[in-house]
C-alpha cells in the first residue's frame, strides 16, 4: 500500500470532514458576531461524494476519520454519511465534534449507524458566560448531551474548552474538578488565529502553562498519563484520585506538527494538509477519477510545510506561508 508521506517523513492515516459550514451557534474563537457567508447547498459535498472519497482514500493507509463543521448534527442525512463511511472496511475510528445542542436527539442513531467517540464543545459551566461565549447557546442542553453520549456508550468523551483569557480562565479548577468523579478527557485549547486578521486574537491568548499554575496554586496533584483513545495531540493528566483525565492541546506555545498525521477536507470539497496555512485545493471534480484525485492529494501533503508558525505570529515576526482567511467553521476544526 502506498502511504500518504509527506517531504518530512510524517505519515497521514488520519483525516477530517466538515460536511457543513453551517452552526447553530456563534463561538467567538470560531465565527465573527455578523458577516459571514455561507456556502450554498450545492456547493457542499454530499452524502455519495463523500463516502466515494473515503472508498478511495482508505486504499492509501487512511483508517480514522473525524466529522466536524460548522455543527455537523445540523445535516439532516449525517446518521447516513457516518453509516456509510462506517461500512468501509478499513475505516478504524469515527468520530464527531459537536456543540451537542442535538446530541440527545441524535445519539442513539449516531451509535447504531457505527459512530465510535464524540467531542464536545463546552468552553464555559456557568450558563449567562456560556451563552455569552457561544452567542446564545444553552448550558443544559451541552450537559444533557454529555449525559446522553455516556448513557448510549461512546468512549472516550472528551470535552473541549477553548482557554480565552479573560472569560473562562477563572473556571480552570471548576474543569478539573468534572473528572473526578466522570471518566471523561477534559482537553484545554489554546486560542488560535485561524482566519483572523490582525492581532486582537493575542488579547485573548494564553498559555496552558496557566492549567499547570492553577494546580499548583490550589495544591493538586497530577501525573502524566497514557495517551487518551483517539487521534489528537493532547498531552494527558490525570489528578490524584480523579476518575477522569485532563488533556492540554497547544498549538501556539508547543506546537505538535512534527507529529501530524491529519488532513482536512472542507465542507466544499478542498483538501488542506494544514489548518493554519492557506493553501488548499479542489478534489471534487476528480471523485469520479481516483488517479487524479489522490494526485492532487499527495501534492498537498508534498506541499505541507514543516510548521504552521502559529507562535512565530504570537511573537509579529515574519512566516513564511500565507495564514488562511477562512475562519474555523470554514475549514472543519
Known sequence: MQLLTDRFGRVHDYIRISVTDRCNLRCVYCMPDEGMTFLPHEQ????????????IIVGYGIKKVRITGGEPLLRTDIVDIIAGISAIPEIEDIAVTTNAMYLVKKAEALKAAGLTRVNISLDSLHEDRFKTITRGGKLQKVLDGIAKAEEVGFFPIKLNVVLIKGQNDDEILDFLQFTKDKDINIRFIEYMP????????????????????????AGLSYKPVDSIRGNGPSENYRLEGAKGTFGLIHPVSSHFCASCNRLRLTADGYIKACLYWDEEMNIRPFIDDPEKLMALVQKSIDNKPE???????????????????????????
Open 44 to 55: 457542499v459535498l454530499s452524502k455519495d461524494e463523500i463516502v466515494d472519497f473515503m472508498k
Open 194 to 217: 485561524i482566519g483572523h486578521a490582525g492581532d486582537g486574537w493575542k488579547k485573548q491568548y494564553l498559555s496552558l502553562q496557566t492549567i499547570f499554575d492553577a494546580c499548583d496554586e
Open 307 to 333: 510548521s504552521h508558525e502559529m507562535a512565530i505570529a504570537l511573537q509579529d515576526e515574519m512566516q513564511s506561508h500565507k495564514p488562511t482567511t477562512r475562519r474555523m467553521s470554514q475549514i472543519g476544526g
